[in-house]
């Protein structure tokens, strides 16, 4: 039981896996959790985040990592027929089969989905450019998040990039009176809110 904990607590706690299945407590039992509303069901027009991606048919599971589709993408159904969805996050459009969109739950927007959709990846930050951790990307699971809470990279801290590399990785930041240094694909699993200077 004791290692149960230990690994739970190196890992982050996470309440679910890289599939948005729940995972149990050391007592095997489930944290609350919402699954989600089946994106065949979901309105037009209103955006949602991928919280679950089912893994069963494989093949239908396969197609949706080969889109691009993942856990945490804010997505928009511009369109419904009974042969195909279309769906954008913004930049692409993806085209599904309702069969192969029914592994795919979506839920609306929370306070902290809205506050980030303002913010920016820690990667697109100019140099000197103080800013305000928002959150963690979904994506970041298991022993990178618990790594990064760790060295303080948490909600509400202030960051900012202190030193560039001739080589652009990696690129040392301060926070919390500490330098550390983040590789461009650690980078861009923070989300900061630049800090306006108010003159």
């Known amino acids: 039981l004791d290692e149960i904990e230990a690994l739970d607590a ?95 739950f979506l839920q609306s927007l929370s306070e902290e989905d809205i506050a980030i959709q303002e913010a920016i990846p820690l990667t697109d930050l100019p140099t000197t450019q103080k800013a305000e951790i928002i959150q963690l990307d979904d994506r970041c699971q298991g022993f990178t998040r618990r790594r990064f809470l760790d060295l303080g990279l948490t909600p509400g801290t202030t960051i900012y990039a202190e030193l560039d590399n001739s080589f652009g990785d990696p690129r040392a930041y301060r926070l919390r009176g500490t330098l550390i240094a983040l590789r461009k694909d650690q980078a861009e699993f923070i989300w900061v809110k630049p800090i306006v200077q108010v003159q």
């Open 10 to 104: 190196a890992l982050g706690h996470p309440l679910s896996d890289p599939h948005g299945d729940p995972i149990p407590n050391a007592d095997g039992q489930f944290r609350p959790f919402d699954k989600g509303t089946n994106l065949n069901d979901w309105e037009e027009n209103v955006i949602g985040k991928i919280v679950h991606l089912e893994d069963e048919p494989p093949l239908a599971y396969a197609q949706i990592i080969a889109e691009g589709l993942n856990l945490g993408m804010k997505v928009r159904v511009l369109s419904k027929t009974n042969r195909r969805i279309t769906l954008t996050n913004g930049e692409d459009e993806f085209t599904l089969a309702p069969a192969v969109a029914d592994n795919i």
